[in-house]
């Protein structure tokens, strides 16, 4: 922290603030320095990297509901929150004082157990300095365009036309592929229509495929059903051998597909192989539904990347392969890549492999493919690149690269959890439930999003409690506008009107522009362009006399059930306490978004609380039961649980699981039948 120079005290909030950035002692006296580096490149450069860091800790705090749930009924975690919202509500402080914020700003930080007021600090912080920086960067604009045209003027004579507004800049600096290609969009309510047209590697035809079971309401058939049906592996793929290392990359044969020809000569080659790695890359925000931009795929001896966009219409072909069940494609986390793969290109997948279900059935701590890289390979990876615009063409030769390496290695990763999995279950029980699940991922049939009731209900629980009917209203008229305009103009909901925004105008009501303008921390440019729709329905909100229903966000027992199964292998209580996460948020300037997001989480905790506490009840219950039945002998470790209505009944659970006291975990829990029945209680008894 003290290498950008932030001054200490200024920030643990312990005295008054005083000069944020000091002169660098390093630095070489005849170089410009800044905060302490030796240019402005150099601190911009470690400033990113720092917030890769953040927003990586970030991410380790619970962000699913079912996780914060779960999390808040461990007191070291509401703990680690507490002080770490104090900490950081300080911090806030005396940032917004050096930086010469209004009293009122600065003051909204005093009552850090006051969440509420905390995140409107934060607020009112984030919108002055945008000011400031808006002011700024008008300012440069102006010298910029000053100095363009007196260059302009002096070669030709013509003035130059005014500054482009700022914001249109950032929206358009990259082309929308779907546009500058014609393609064509159904961002419609009508379900999805399966875009295979021939059907290679069939069982049943095309045609059977498609008609077979249509009665089965509004989701196409899988046209691949019979034959995922049928699939079992292949035996030669349930022997360990030792795993095959890929060469270095320098020294393994890499091709770029982005025309016809290239593509004809890739899908030749790869049709030689028996096994390939595949990886896709994706873009969301400018496009309703999704744009696949990449498609990596690694044989044993050489690295392939797609060019999804510029080849879309060819894509299909790949059916060959990737259909023909002799032929093992291993993914990791295939999840969206099958869906997509399906949207894109009527691409589906028979004899999948993933290895992200193979790190869960591993129970390894966790199951990200930069983890397998670095506990099979000692691969440190740099994850910058995964949220990249990957529509920019050129490639940069860095995103390639990224692109490259994540499907690189991933046929060896294959073979050492392929021999862990054999290992841990020489029954090969294991590795076949892999399988399929990996077959459940490809069965999945791509249906595309939809306004769902749900995620009114969600934002309402989450973020507007206590709205008037009025702002309930104008919330759900305002998501369903943005929905609308989003699938008309073919671009992301977010980027049309960000969540937090719909929930800002909904709880202020602005009448004027001037007053939306003043609501929002910024004006999206779809907003700018029908501003007026938006003010006839927050008019039509002020309006509103009814009682708008708002459903109840629940989750199924199915998602609760998988998500808790999640939680547990991730033992989520033991790295979220807060800890790790304040003090790599010292280490940077604050990113105010983590601290709103810190803010919205312990507001939940007295909700949370006892909501978790079924939940958790429910979730051990469930846990406890399949682990009775199948894990009795395993080495677990040497906690016990007892389950207070079963008091016969112990259990082994990993050992390092931190339980809720029993004393406390009591909860009564609503029956299907309408009863009340005392829910059991679990606790960590001695060890031995
Ligand atoms: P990957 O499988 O990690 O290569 O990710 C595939 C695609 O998923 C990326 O191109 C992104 O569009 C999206 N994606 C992956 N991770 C993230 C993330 N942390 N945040 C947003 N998008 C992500
Ligand atoms: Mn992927
Ligand atoms: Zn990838």
Redesign the pocket.
Known sequence: MDSIGWNTTLLTGTSQPGVMFSPSSHADETSISFCGYPSTTHFVKDLKLKLVGVVDAGQKLPHSEMDYLVCSTFPEYVEGITTGSIQLANMMKNLAWYWGMPAQTCRHFDTPQNKTAVLQGVFDATKQLKERMDLTLDELARLKEEHMSTQAEKISGIVRSPVVNRYQLRATTVQRPQVSNGWKVDNSRSPFVPKITVKPNAVRSLEDSLRWHRQDGTTAPHPYQVELDMFVPEAKRLVASPPLPAKPSDQTHFVYVDTPDEFRAALNSLMSASEIAV??????YRTYLGITCLLQISSRTADYVFDTIALRDHMSELNVIFTNSAVLKVF??GN??IQWLQRDFGIYVVNMFDTGQASRALQLPKFS?AFLMQQYLGKIVDKTH??SD?RLRPLPDDMLNYARS?THDLLFLHDCVRNDLIKKDPSLQLLKTVYAQSKEICLQRYEKQTLDVNDFAFIMWKFAKNFSEQQKYALKKILEWRDDVARDLDESIGYVLPTKACIDLAEELPRTSDDLVKCLEFVPLVVKQKIHQVLSLLKDARAFQGVVPVPVSEFTPAQADTEAQDAIQRKVPQPVTGAEFVSRFLDVVPPVVQVAQLSWSSSESNVGQNTARNYYADIWESYLSVQSKENEEKETGPAFVAVADKPNLHVSVPKDLPLVDAGTAKTKKPQSDGAEREHAVYSRCSED
Request: glycine share 6%; charged share 25%; net charge negative.
């Open positions: 990886d896709l890359e994706h873009h969301s990791h986390g969206m890549d493919l995964q949220t990957w994540d």
